[in-house]
Nanobody, 118 residues
Framework: QVQLVESGGGLVQAGGSLRLSCKFS????????MTWYRQEPGKQRELVAT???????TYADSVKGRFALSRDNSKSTVYLQMNSLKAEDSGDYYC????????????WGQGTQVTVSA
């Protein structure tokens, strides 16, 4: 059974930085694509960034050049470094794990809240 625990959220002023962490508990972390999503109240959850087991990354256009996603397979953890934060980056940030095999279930964390004050 996989569990994901996000941490690192909080309140920050616009222009500031935060680093979110997603700790993966379970087997075969290196077999999972890890993705961060965010959701504002009343809005749909949106993809922020994805990292493959080989550490290839993709980003939403809205965060390119400001966010950096990385993974440490030895610690089964992914990190989302968020710089130059804007008020529109506020929301609940969720970590998701997708196994490379479509036969395996995917998993979500409980989320961590980010609030960027203007």
């Amino acid at each position: 059974q996989v569990q994901l625990v996000e941490s690192g959220g909080g309140l920050v002023q616009a222009g500031g930085s935060l680093r979110l962490s997603c700790k993966f508990s379970g087997n075969a972390f290196a077999m999972y694509v890890m993705t961060w999503y965010r959701q504002e109240p009343g809005k749909q959850r949106e993809l922020v960034a994805t990292i493959t087991p080989g550490s290839s990354t993709t980003y939403a256009d809205s965060v390119k050049g400001r966010f950096a996603l990385s993974r440490d397979n030895s610690k089964s953890t992914v990190y989302l470094q968020m710089n130059s934060l804007k008020a529109e980056d506020s929301g609940d940030y969720y970590c998701k794990a997708d196994h490379l095999s479509s036969y395996e279930p995917d998993y979500w964390g409980q989320g961590t809240q980010v609030t960027v004050s203007a």
